[in-house]
Nanobody, 120 residues
Framework: VQLQASGGGLVQAGGSLRLSCAAS????????MGWFRQAPGKEREFVAG????????YYADSVKGRFTISRDNPRNTVYLQMNSLKPEDTAVYYC??????????????WGQGTLVTVSS
């Protein structure tokens, strides 16, 4: 499986963006999927994860209530809807495929990142 993330950009605080991650190959549905992010000078951190079937989902405390992860298995795509964006959400966002763990995702495959910049 190869992962291609898109949808990043520049948005004002309070705005919204939707990230997409398209997967190639026929094995997309066997993987749990997730999003991670890495801000300048910081370590990569978990943002959201979703099981193979779409339930359950997990979120980092910092994005709960603002971000929603979803997936469309027939389209081999996972999404991250980001609302009420804050400047501290500025980061490169990476999609990943792997195994869902309670509260997170153990990544096995990574996509390239997409930059999200939130201006104040």
């Amino acid at each position: 499986v190869q992962l291609q993330a898109s949808g990043g950009g520049l948005v004002q605080a309070g705005g919204s963006l939707r990230l997409s991650c398209a997967a190639s190959g026929r094995t997309f549905s066997i993987y749990a999927m997730g999003w991670f992010r890495q801000a300048p000078g910081k370590e990569r951190e978990f943002v959201a994860g979703i099981s193979r079937t779409g339930i359950p989902t997990y979120y980092a405390d910092s994005v709960k209530g603002r971000f929603t992860i979803s997936r469309d298995n027939p389209r081999n795509t996972v999404y991250l809807q980001m609302n009420s964006l804050k400047p501290e959400d500025t980061a490169v966002y990476y999609c990943a495929a792997g195994s869902l763990r309670v509260g997170g995702l153990a990544p096995a495959l990574w996509g390239q990142g997409t930059l999200v910049t939130v201006s104040s």
